[in-house]
C-alpha cells in the first residue's frame, strides 16, 4: 500500500484537508453514504466521510447516547466532544438509522455543555425509506432545501451546471473503483482486500478529482503485478468498516478478501448518477435507488440477490457477516443472510465485534481459523 495512502487514512485530518483549509477552502463530513458528495463539490466545499478510528474512549459517547447503543455514532460523538473535528465548517446527519438519526439531537445537546463541539454548519439531511414516485418527489425537495442551506449559510451559488461537472467528477470515481474490485475478484487475485479498502477510504477523504488521478496511478501498478494473492477466498459483509485491522487479521490467517458489500467498500460505488436530465433530479434518484443498505425497509430481496451475485462473481468460498454490537438493521438482517446463504451451499460465519481498534482481535483470530478450517474440510468432502 502506499505510504500517501496509508496517511490519509490514519488521521480524520490528512495532508489534502490541511492543504484546501490552508487555501481558505471549506470542509464539511458526513457519517451515512446516502448524502450526496456531488451537491457539496459543486458548491466548492471540501467532501468528507466522518469517521472515529482514533476514539479512544466513549466516556462523551456514554453519557449524551447510553450504553446500550452501537459503538460507531458514540465515537462520532466523543470525537467532537475532544475537539478532533474542530477543523470542520460544517457537518451533515443522515438518518442512516434511528441512532445515527439521534447523533443529530445528541450532538445539539453536547454543544451546549461542551464549548467548541458543535460545528459552525450543523444540517439534518433526512432519506426516506422507500423507493416510490413520492418518496422521490420529496427526497427531491429535501435536496433543493439542503442546496439552498449551502448557498444561504455559505454565500455561494451551485448551479447546474456545477452539479453536472460534479456528477462527471464522482462518476469517473465509481468506474474506477469498479476496475478495482475486477482486480479483487478476478481469477489471480491482483490486490488484497486490505489494500482495496484503504484506497477505497482514501477516496472518501479527500478531493474527488485528485482522488481520480492517484486511483488512475494505483490501478496501473496493480495491473502490471505478476503474482496473484493466495488464499481462501471470502466475502466481508455488514456494518461500518472505516479502518483496516479487521481485514488485516482474516487475510493474516490465510484469507483473500476477494469482495465486499461494505458501505466504505464496494456498495458505495455501485450506481452512476444518469448525466442528463435535471441534475438534482438524477442525484436524487441515485442515491434514493441504493437499497443496498438494509436501512432501506422492503428490499431483502433484492439484497440478497445483490450479495449472492457478488459471492459467485468473485468465486467465494465463505462470507463473513459482521456487525457491531448493538446494530439493529445490520444484526437483524446478517441472520436471515446466515440462513439463506448456508441453503445455498455458501458457509457463512456471522460475527459481533465493537467499532475501532480491535481489543477483541485474540477472540476473531480464533473465530476466523475455525471458519477457514471448516472451509477446508468441506472442499476435502466427496
Given at each position: 500500500?502506499?505510504?500517501?495512502?496509508?496517511?490519509?487514512?490514519?488521521?480524520?485530518?490528512?495532508?489534502?484537508?490541511?492543504?484546501?483549509?490552508?487555501?481558505?477552502?471549506?470542509?464539511?463530513?458526513?457519517?451515512c453514504t446516502y448524502v450526496p458528495g456531488e451537491v457539496l463539490w459543486a458548491a466548492g466545499i471540501l467532501p468528507v466521510r466522518m469517521r472515529a478510528m482514533e476514539a479512544m474512549s466513549t466516556s462523551i459517547g456514554d453519557t449524551y447516547f447510553g450504553p446500550v447503543v452501537c459503538s460507531f455514532p458514540k465515537?462520532?460523538?466523543?470525537?467532537?466532544?475532544?475537539?478532533?473535528?474542530?477543523?470542520?465548517?460544517?457537518a451533515i446527519i443522515c438518518n442512516g438509522c434511528d441512532t445515527m438519526r439521534r447523533l443529530d439531537d445528541c450532538w445539539r445537546k453536547m454543544g451546549e455543555d461542551?464549548?467548541?463541539?458543535?460545528?459552525?454548519?450543523?444540517?439534518?439531511?433526512?432519506?426516506?425509506?422507500?423507493?416510490?414516485?413520492?418518496?422521490?418527489?420529496?427526497?427531491?425537495?429535501?435536496?433543493?432545501?439542503?442546496?439552498?442551506?449551502?448557498?444561504?449559510?455559505?454565500?455561494?451559488?451551485?448551479?447546474?451546471?456545477?452539479?453536472?461537472?460534479?456528477?462527471?467528477?464522482?462518476?469517473?470515481?465509481?468506474?474506477?473503483?469498479?476496475?478495482?474490485?475486477?482486480?479483487r475478484m478476478g481469477e489471480r487475485v491482483l490486490i488484497s482486500g486490505t489494500e482495496a479498502m484503504a484506497v477505497m477510504i482514501a477516496g472518501t477523504a479527500m478531493p474527488p478529482d485528485v482522488?481520480?488521478?492517484?486511483?488512475?496511478?494505483?490501478l496501473a501498478e496493480v495491473e502490471c503485478r505478476q503474482e496473484g494473492i493466495p488464499g481462501k477466498r471470502l466475502l466481508l459483509a455488514g456494518s461500518v468498516i472505516d479502518d483496516l485491522?479487521?481485514?488485516?487479521?482474516?487475510?493474516?490467517?490465510?484469507?483473500?478478501?476477494?469482495?465486499?458489500?461494505?458501505?466504505?467498500?464496494?456498495?458505495?460505488?455501485?450506481d452512476a448518477v444518469a448525466e442528463d436530465?435535471?441534475?438534482?433530479?438524477?442525484?436524487?434518484?441515485?442515491?434514493?435507488?441504493?437499497?443496498?443498505?438494509?436501512?432501506?425497509?422492503?428490499?431483502?430481496?433484492?439484497?440478497?440477490?445483490?450479495?449472492?451475485?457478488?459471492?459467485?462473481?468473485?468465486?467465494?468460498?465463505?462470507?463473513?457477516?459482521?456487525?457491531?454490537?448493538?446494530?439493529?438493521?445490520h444484526g437483524s438482517e446478517n441472520g436471515i443472510f446466515e440462513r439463506d446463504l448456508e441453503a445455498a451451499g455458501i458457509p457463512c460465519m456471522k460475527m459481533e465485534r465493537e467499532y475501532g481498534p480491535l481489543g477483541e482481535e485474540g477472540r476473531i483470530k480464533m473465530r476466523i481459523d475455525a471458519f477457514l478450517e471448516r472451509i477446508s474440510e468441506r472442499k476435502e468432502q466427496p
Open positions: 500500500m502506499r505510504e500517501e495512502i496509508h496517511e490519509v487514512i490514519s488521521r480524520v485530518e490528512n495532508r489534502y484537508i490541511t492543504k484546501w483549509k490552508s487555501e481558505g477552502g471549506k470542509v464539511i463530513s458526513f457519517p465515537c462520532l460523538l466523543q470525537m467532537a466532544g475532544e475537539g478532533k473535528y474542530s477543523f470542520l465548517d460544517g461542551i464549548q467548541g463541539a458543535l460545528p459552525p454548519y450543523l444540517f439534518h439531511y433526512a432519506a426516506p425509506h422507500k423507493v416510490t414516485d413520492y418518496s422521490l418527489k420529496w427526497f427531491v425537495d429535501e435536496t433543493r432545501r439542503f442546496i439552498a442551506s449551502l448557498e444561504e449559510r455559505f454565500g455561494c451559488r451551485i448551479t447546474e451546471d456545477g452539479l453536472r461537472k460534479a456528477i462527471r467528477i464522482y462518476n469517473r470515481g465509481r468506474e474506477l473503483l469498479g476496475r478495482l474490485d475486477e482486480l482522488f481520480n488521478e492517484l486511483l488512475e496511478e494505483v485491522d479487521l481485514l488485516r487479521v482474516i487475510e493474516e490467517e490465510g484469507a483473500v478478501v476477494v469482495a465486499d458489500t461494505l458501505c466504505f467498500g464496494s456498495r458505495s460505488h455501485k436530465g435535471d441534475p438534482v433530479e438524477a442525484i436524487a434518484r441515485r442515491y434514493l435507488d441504493a437499497i443496498y443498505c438494509p436501512r432501506m425497509f422492503g428490499y431483502y430481496k433484492q439484497r440478497f440477490a445483490f450479495l449472492r451475485e457478488m459471492a459467485e462473481r468473485a468465486g467465494v468460498e465463505g462470507v463473513i457477516l459482521q456487525n457491531i454490537r448493538f446494530c439493529d438493521l
